[in-house]
């Protein structure tokens, strides 16, 4: 790339709280290498900034969130540089997803492969209703991996999960909505905007707390309920003991915003 290339990720000052990553790869934001380190740059500038509460993903490609993994990278690897590239997306992914990050991913257009992997690996999806969403690995007589076969299951139900991998349709955002994939409708062109107006209203709870209920939930699919039921008393009595529980019930109690960190 030369020096006055766009990168394939920007992201911007922390305002208020909220960082805004942007994936700018033309012409569809195929999730190879530029991608994937663009991404790691981001969230590790995320990480070395204590302010950022909430990261909202968003595109600049108009029609495309990303477009899927990088088909012109897999057909020039051998097995292993596959093995690598897979790793090294599921890698970012992963932090993304990290139960300690909120992050808001912001789609208006088509969001596919690993572009809904990318979604998916986010907090909540916020979908313009132009929005398409689809894993269509099988058509290359592969699967979704980079956490697609893992994360959708959770989110939609397995019967849902395997009619949109097995069949590798493309759900518009209207069905999406309506099965968990995403969590907010919003008119076309307005994903972004609506994410950046969600981020801001979740920087005025309490991190902590948030960051608690993400733990809890997540959880909940991985333990018996009685197991899940004791990890919920003890995430709440740390919040109680060590996070900001007090100032929230002060303020409360003395009719005020509360004062979180």
Not at 55 to 66: K, T
Not at 137 to 161: C, F, S, Y
Not at 188 to 194: N, V
Request: net charge negative; charged share 25%.
């Amino acid at each position: 790339m030369s020096e006055t290339a766009t990168p394939a990720v920007a992201w911007s000052d922390v305002d208020a709280g909220v960082m805004t990553i942007t994936l700018q790869r033309r012409p569809a934001n195929a999730l190879g290498l530029p991608i994937i380190d663009g991404l790691n740059a981001a969230l590790d500038a995320a990480d070395a900034d204590g302010s950022v509460k909430v990261i909202v993903v968003r595109s600049d490609i108009p029609g495309f969130f990303a477009a899927g993994a990088d088909i012109k990278h897999m057909s020039s690897v051998d097995a292993e540089s596959f093995t690598a590239y897979g790793d090294r997306l599921r890698g970012a992914l992963d932090r993304l997803a990290s139960a300690d990050r909120i992050s808001i991913a912001a789609v208006d257009g088509l969001a596919l492969g690993g572009g809904l992997e990318l979604a998916m690996a986010c907090t909540l999806r916020v979908g313009g209703a132009d929005a398409e969403f689809g894993l269509p690995e099988v058509k290359l007589g592969l699967i979704p991996g980079a956490g697609g076969t893992q994360r959708l299951p959770r989110l939609v139900g397995r019967g849902r999960a395997l009619d949109i991998m097995l069949t590798a349709r493309q759900v518009l955002a209207p069905e999406a909505h309506a099965i968990g994939l995403i969590d907010r409708l919003v008119d076309a062109g307005t994903a972004t905007d609506a994410a950046l107006a969600l981020a801001a209203e979740l920087c005025t709870m309490s991190l902590p707390a948030q960051r608690a209920v993400i733990r809890t939930v997540d959880a909940s699919f991985d333990t018996p309920l009685e197991e899940g039921f004791a990890f919920e008393v003890a995430q709440e009595q740390d919040l109680f003991e060590n996070g900001e529980a007090k100032e929230g019930i002060t303020a409360f109690l003395e009719k005020r915003p509360p004062r979180f960190s």
